[in-house]
């Protein structure tokens, strides 16, 4: 990888072709892996989740034996789909002509096939998708040949365990969705570096230590550093700093990114996940997601709420900053721009994989 200092961003065309958003779709979205259930959701065996990745539906079950597992959501005979909402079952039925699979996706029975020749059961099961767990989070894989979800989040698991967060104990509060008319690329640009925060957020620059922000780049991902402002000497937590809780004592915050679209913000007691979808060319769904480990009523639900708006407020932010980005991208004045080599090191790594991945195909 060229070093920030003498690279060059991504070129206006590069947010703005319909023809490179349908490679990105195929050559990044379609062979990495993607948040797709939640585990509170597939607690039982029998539960099963429909989801998507990009337009490839599949299907998230939890078997009788105890494991988790994917498939792709279409039936075998003539493309119905096996799963419309999520519930409970022994067995999955295309509600189109009844062929009905196990949670294992073997074909178990398909009304009057006796006269079709060469066709056996055992040959029509549902096609198999990739499936991993991290924490609260099922992810899946379209690529076979995808390297495993513990090698693309390397230290992650590690260093959060290391720092006692309680990932297992985190609890669903809320979700808001977003839609943002910016290419996907330019939502993670800017998530991926802190020096917009001086001017784009000034309530969140001062409850962080703005001078001590890092970026650190790994394979797959990215680890952003921004230790929480510690309180001077006669300044009170909720007042001098109002926003970002602390638990039993000062601790730090940490910001994950996984290529190619999932952020996890991990505070003293909650984390946020954010995804990032590609809807179009200039459109992005953004999901918020606020888990809390001791959800709670009275103050404490009081101030995770406060939380949870502070963070809206950063969106809305970032929103009007992606919207306004993608604007000028269409200016023939702006072909392509330069990095700061002291605070875009994360933006520079993300775009050398989107490169890397598109020269794949």
Known sequence: MEPTASAHTLSALEYLSPEVYEKEREAIFSRTWQVVARTADLTRPGDFVPATILDEPIVIVHGQDGEIAGFHNVCRHRAGQVALSKGNRKSLQCRYHGWTYGLDGALKACPEMELTENFKKEDF???PVRTAVF??????NLDADAP????????????????????EQMQLVERRDYIVECNWKVYVDN??????????????????????????????YSKSYAPIRELKEGEVHGVDRRFIRSADGESDAL???VFPNMMLNLYPDNLSLNLVIPLGPEKTLTIFEWYFASPGTGPGWESMQQGI???DQVQQEDIVICEQVQRGLKSRAYTSGRFSALRENGVH????LVREFLAKR
């Open 125 to 127: 099961g549902l096609i």
């Open 135 to 140: 924490g609260p989070f099922v992810f899946a």
């Open 148 to 167: 495993p979800l513990e090698e693309v989040l390397g230290a992650i698991p590690e260093e959060i365990a290391a720092a006692g967060f309680p990932m």
């Open 255 to 257: 910001y994950y990114w």
């Open 191 to 220: 998530y991926l570096e802190g020096y917009h925060i001086p001017i784009a957020h000034p309530d969140l620059f001062k409850e962080l230590d703005y001078d001590a922000y890092k970026v650190e780049p790994f394979r797959y």
């Open 309 to 311: 708006a502070f963070s």
């Open 349 to 352: 790594h993300f775009q050398s």
